[in-house]
């Protein structure tokens, strides 16, 4: 997963970043981009590029089976892959859809309550309409790629030079906002796909014997499909019997033996985002001396001597909290600090994350905070 802060994207970049996902499979690699995938070694001549468009029809062209159909009503189902070239309303050019993102009534009553969103309207004949809201996270949106219709073969949206140097099946998706993103993550990261439930019952043909019957389910990550899955089980008899999950033999041992599941060499830090009279702090074990009034602060000081930009100098604000540091023993929190950061970081990091990334990756920026 990667995150890119389009807002701060010129027009050039923005147009750079679009094309870089690929839904058609004559688009993967184009003639014009032969030499520098032969300047890389991924190719040796022209002639290469038939064997990437094969590939790509092997590779990435999408046929139904059970694992893409969703339940979308009781017995019925349907894929649940989009095609590209059919939902775009202009197949020419990249297009950015809106993501169906639905709330429930208490949480839509607030959100209007508190003025995030605009009042629901609902009509006549019970149409309601859409959430509108100023804030783009409520307005998530998911891009497509323009398709060629000619030989469409509804393949998976691919970046051109990894599938090039893989040769395998890639599903690249961009997202806008973190409304889209964070319910994308929940709904394949965060929840467990049943795929096979297993029930636990006596045979009446086999003079009570002990069998296990195994049925394969549809998505279960989408909530539709498991909700439909859901009430079929619910009007089947075997739901009084014992059921599980098949599970690999690996996943078995790692949960018996309480192996972790996660690796990771990031050091994560804690950063409460509470008022900063509720912020808990840490006696610093020193006093001040009395005449610390009297000092001033050294590098307001400095600053008004040789400095005489005004967006090179602290508000007053933040001298305010400055100087209160100064004379307080209780730590400080890291909201605080990154709210008195240099001013010349202001227009460079403007994220509380990216601050404390950088601060503690980069001695250089951590010694001038310092």
Not at 215 to 222: A, E, G, P, Q, R
Not at 301 to 329: A, P, Y
Request: one cysteine or more; hydrophobic letters at 35%.
């Amino acid at each position: 997963m990667l995150k890119v802060n389009r807002d701060k994207l010129s027009d050039e970049e923005k147009l750079f970043l679009e094309d870089l996902i690929r839904a058609s499979v004559i688009d993967i690699v184009r003639v014009d981009e032969v030499d520098k995938m032969i300047d890389h070694g991924l190719m040796d001549s022209i002639v290469d590029l038939d064997s990437v468009i094969e590939d790509g029809k092997k590779i990435l062209g999408h046929h139904c089976s059970p694992r893409c159909l969703v339940m979308t009503s009781p017995g019925v189902f349907c894929c649940r892959k989009l095609d590209n070239a059919k939902v775009s309303p202009d197949n020419t050019k990249h297009v950015f859809k809106p993501l169906p993102n639905n709330y429930s009534l208490e949480c839509l009553n607030r959100l209007v309550k508190i003025g995030i969103i605009k009042p629901i309207q609902v009509k006549e004949d019970g149409y309601e309409a859409p959430l509108k809201s100023s804030l783009e996270y409520f307005h998530p949106k998911r891009h497509i790629p323009p398709t060629n219709p000619t030989g469409d073969i509804n393949m998976s949206p691919v970046d051109g030079y990894l599938f090039n140097a893989c040769r395998s099946m890639q599903n690249v998706q961009w997202l806008t906002q973190c409304g889209g993103v964070n319910k994308y993550v929940v709904k394949y990261i965060g929840k467990i796909d049943e795929q096979n439930y297993v029930i636990i019952c006596t045979d009446t043909h086999k003079n009570g014997k002990l069998v296990t019957k195994a049925f394969f389910l549809h998505n279960t990550k989408v909530s539709t499909s498991k909700i439909n899955k859901d009430k079929l089980k619910e009007n089947n008899k075997s739901k009084y019997h014992c059921q599980g999950r098949i599970i690999s033999q690996n996943e078995m041992i790692y949960l018996m033996l309480k192996y972790a599941e996660v690796y990771t060499d990031l050091n994560f830090i804690a950063i409460p985002t509470i008022p900063l009279e509720l912020c808990a702090g840490v006696d610093k074990g020193y006093k001040e001396s009395s005449d610390a009034n009297d000092v001033g602060l050294i590098c307001d000081i400095v600053c008004n001597d040789i400095i005489s930009d005004k967006w090179r100098q602290h508000t007053d604000v933040e001298k305010m909290i400055l100087n209160d540091i100064k004379l307080s023993k209780i730590s400080t929190d890291k909201i605080t600090q990154f709210s008195i950061r240099p001013p010349e970081l202001k227009y460079i990091i403007d994220q509380v994350g990216n601050y404390y990334r950088w601060i503690k990756i980069i001695p250089e920026i951590e010694s001038i905070y310092i």
